[in-house]
């Protein structure tokens, strides 16, 4: 049975840093194609970052040049380095693997 389990949100000002860390148990994860969602209040969630085994990562386009997806097969953890946060990336934060399991989520909350 596969677990995802979030860890490293919090508040932050506009401008700051986060690091997102995901660690994963209940089968290969060197394989396994893992990804960042996020849900803010009154939305629907949406897609942040991807990676898949490879290394090759996607992002949306609102985090492009801010978020950093990548991974350690070692650990069995995927990371999000989110840099340059908006308050408008306040959210939950949920790991993702294909083909469909969750993490309980992280609040990442950006004021000031």
């Known amino acids: 049975q596969v677990q995802l389990v979030e860890s490293g949100g919090g508040l932050v000002q506009p401008g700051g840093s986060l690091r997102l860390s995901c660690a994963a148990s209940?089968?290969?994860?060197?394989?396994?194609?893992m990804g960042w969602y996020r849900q803010a209040p009154g939305k629907q969630r949406e897609l942040v970052a991807t990676?898949?085994?490879?290394?090759?990562?996607t992002y949306a386009d609102s985090v492009k040049g801010r978020f950093t997806i990548s991974r350690d097969n070692a650990k069995n953890t995927v990371f999000l380095q989110m840099n340059s946060l908006k308050p408008e990336d306040t959210a939950v934060y949920y790991c993702?693997?294909?083909?469909?399991?969750w993490g309980p989520g992280t609040q990442v909350t950006v004021s000031s």
């Open positions: 993702w693997r294909l083909p469909g399991y």
């Open positions: 990676i898949v085994s490879d290394g090759i990562t």
């Open positions: 209940g089968s290969i994860f060197s394989i396994a194609v």
